[in-house]
Nanobody, 122 residues
Framework: VQLQASGGGLVQAGGSLRLSCAAS??????????WDWFRQAPGKEREFVAG????????SYADSVKGRFTISRDNAKNTVSPQMDRLKPEDTAVYYCAAGRVAGREDGMDYWGKGTLVTVSS
């Protein structure tokens, strides 16, 4: 299974970006899995940002992004996309998409994509 993240870039504070994670190599709709996004800011540990169940029925968010980020899933396209609004400079990080068995935990993820850089200028 390969995950490909895209959509990163430079945006001013208060702006928006939409990331996307495309999966290939397996039909994710055939079994329960969790799709999560993590991020790692310079000098900090990687942290959970947002996630969704394979059905899209259950979503979860880190407190720092609640009310600003919305994650959605398209099973037909095998993509997961967090819409990131009202971005702040502290959202600057490399964002990683992942898929696995246990939601919200790095050690619960079985597949990882390469990161995409999000830079929010003040």
């Amino acid at each position: 299974v390969q995950l490909q993240a895209s959509g990163g870039g430079l945006v001013q504070a208060g702006g928006s970006l939409r990331l996307s994670c495309a999966a290939s190599g397996r039909a994710f709709s055939t079994y329960p899995m969790y799709w999560d996004w993590f991020r790692q800011a310079p000098g900090k540990e990687r942290e959970f940002v947002a996630g969704t169940s394979w059905s899209g029925y259950t979503t979860s968010y880190a407190d720092s992004v609640k009310g600003r980020f919305t994650i959605s899933r398209d099973n037909a396209k095998n993509t997961v996309s967090p819409q990131m609004d009202r971005l702040k400079p502290e959202d600057t990080a490399v964002y990683y998409c992942a898929a696995g068995r246990v939601a919200g935990r790095e050690d619960g993820m079985d597949y990882w994509g390469k990161g995409t850089l999000v830079t929010v200028s003040s």
